[in-house]
Antibody, heavy 121, light 109 residues
Framework: QVQLQESGPGLVKPSQTLSLTCTVSGDSISSENFYWSWIRQPAGKRLEWIGRIYANGNTNYNPSLESRISISTDTSKNQFSLKLSSVTAVDTALYYC?????????????WGQGTLVTVSS | EVVLTQSPGTLSLSPGERATLSCRASRSVGSSYLAWYQQKPGQAPRLLMYGASSRATGIPDRFSGSGSGTDFTLTISSLEPEDFAVYYCQQYGGSSMYTFGQGTKLEIK
């Protein structure tokens, strides 16, 4: 099974760009077996899907966040990354990376442990 | 966007009892596109059920899922101590868009 580990700054200032990385082990990010997603969970609120990327570079984003999001891959490091621009306090959340199987991309079968990002000056 | 509403918000039961958790969608969801997750404190969500009624790898058979259209149910036939957690439903709405319910907390009575 694929293992995922998120990393990045735990504190980001308002109006700046949040940058997170998910390191993948157990499979190649270029293998075309999975879609690679970012999901977040503000404290006490429901999970929110942010967006995803596939091995060929195709991306899909949550329309509510699309204008501020960029997801990319680094095949040399077997990682994929999230950039969320112009952050405010409402972007404070636990951020997860997760996978969906290629032919059944309707659920998330592996998750990282999550990384807490706080937006504050 | 399909909104998922879970009920109850909190369910207080004792080990050995049967738990029934509900997930209602704001419009019809294909059964293939409905999943359930379990989340324990400090842990990531864990896939329990997919396709509304199929158990994920390693999930014990006391967990079962059912439903169609706008109403889906997760049932735990006889609660074990490790089952007390928060449960989320999730749907895939096409156009590569996913939404989650707000969760049901299953606590020990």
């Amino acid at each position: 099974q694929v293992q995922l580990q998120e990393s990045g700054p735990g504190l980001v200032k308002p109006s700046q760009t949040l940058s997170l990385t998910c390191t993948v082990s157990g499979d190649s990010i270029s293998s075309e077996n999975f879609y690679w997603s970012w999901i977040r969970q503000p404290a006490g609120k429901r999970l929110e899907w942010i967006g995803r990327i596939y091995a060929n570079g195709n991306t899909n984003y949550n329309p509510s966040l699309e204008s501020r999001i960029s997801i990319s891959t680094d095949t040399s490091k077997n990682q994929f990354s999230l950039k969320l621009s112009s952050v405010t306090a409402v972007d404070t959340a636990l951020y997860y990376c997760a996978t969906s199987p290629k032919y059944y991309d309707w659920w998330f079968d592996s998750w990282g442990q999550g990384t807490l990002v706080t937006v504050s000056s | 966007e399909v909104v998922l509403t879970q009920s109850p918000g909190t369910l207080s039961l004792s080990p050995g009892e049967r738990a029934t958790l509900s997930c209602r969608a704001s419009r019809s969801v294909g059964s293939s596109y409905l999943a359930w997750y379990q989340q324990k404190p400090g842990q990531a969500p864990r896939l329990l059920m997919y396709g509304a009624s199929s158990r994920a790898t390693g999930i014990p058979d006391r967990f079962s899922g059912s439903g169609s259209g706008t109403d889906f149910t997760l049932t735990i036939s006889s609660l074990e101590p490790e089952d007390f957690a928060v449960y989320y439903c999730q749907q895939y709405g096409g156009s590569s868009m996913y939404t989650f319910g707000q969760g049901t907390k299953l606590e020990i009575k």
